[in-house]
């Protein structure tokens, strides 16, 4: 079973509409964390939030948000105001356990176009 | 922010070859490194994990004969692609986990191999 599920390959928003991209994952154990990466066509992973398991608060940073919902295990992100420059690939991951040698497993990704 | 870089960014070898890539922490030292491959239009695969003057962690699947992974400071890691193949062709990632970080990593703008 996937332990990250991306279901949505591709979406489109309007600038500066406000855009949810979704993440479920699979997991048994009490203590992980999601996180959500934007990677341009340039290649590189640009971390943009992270939520972990025992986080009391839905994880915020600028525009984007986390909606957690522990119970679904659900973990979407909610980008508001939607840019040009927000236009790539999406991927969420998760981490399981804790200690050094953590690992993250990734989702298949959500490529998100913003139309002007 | 935390920067890591990738050196080369692109590298195209002959079969058989073996090809060398660099990753450096340039602003942190990195306790744990991770490599990571990409295809085409798909998601992250973690190959292994490694600790500053430890042996690498491979993940299943991973010949280790075949990528070494070198460790051997607090900012640079290398890997090793050995008698490469053109299956090895892919987009190798790296990244880092800072010293007292929450679970944060740190991704290189990653390294385009094409073998021939």
């Known amino acids: 079973a996937q332990k990250i599920t991306q279901t949505q390959p591709g979406m489109f928003v309007q600038e500066k509409e406000a855009v949810t991209l979704d993440c479920t994952y699979d997991?048994?154990?009490?203590?992980?964390?999601l996180f959500w990466y934007k990677q341009p066509s340039s290649g590189e992973m640009i971390f943009l939030i992270y939520?972990?398991?025992?986080?009391?608060q839905n994880a915020t940073e600028g525009r984007y948000s986390l909606n957690f919902q522990k119970a679904r295990k659900s973990a979407n992100l909610v980008i508001s105001a939607s840019q040009l420059g927000d236009s790539a690939m999406y991927f969420c991951?998760?981490?399981?356990?804790?200690?050094?040698?953590?690992?993250?497993?990734f989702g298949k990704g959500t490529l998100l176009t913003v139309n002007p | 922010g935390a920067v890591v870089s990738q050196h080369p960014s692109w590298v195209i070898c002959k079969s058989g070859t073996s090809v060398k890539i660099e990753c450096r922490s340039l602003d942190f030292q990195a306790t744990t490194m991770f490599w990571y491959r990409q295809f085409p239009k798909q998601s992250l695969m973690l190959m292994a994990t490694?600790?500053?003057?430890?042996?690498?962690?491979?993940e299943q699947g991973v010949e280790k004969d075949k990528f070494l992974i070198n460790h051997a400071s607090l900012t640079l890691s290398t890997l090793t692609v050995t008698s490469a193949h053109p299956e090895d062709s892919s987009f190798y990632i790296c990244?880092?986990?800072?010293?007292?970080?929450?679970?944060?990593?740190?991704f290189g703008p990653g390294t385009r191999l094409t073998v021939t």
């Open positions: 990244s880092g986990r800072r010293r007292g970080s929450r679970y944060e990593q740190y």
């Open positions: 939520q972990g398991s025992y986080d009391q």
């Open positions: 991951a998760m981490r399981e356990g804790g200690g050094s040698n953590y690992k993250l497993t």
């Open positions: 490694s600790n500053e003057g430890s042996k690498a962690t491979y």
């Open positions: 997991t048994s154990d009490p203590s992980y964390g």
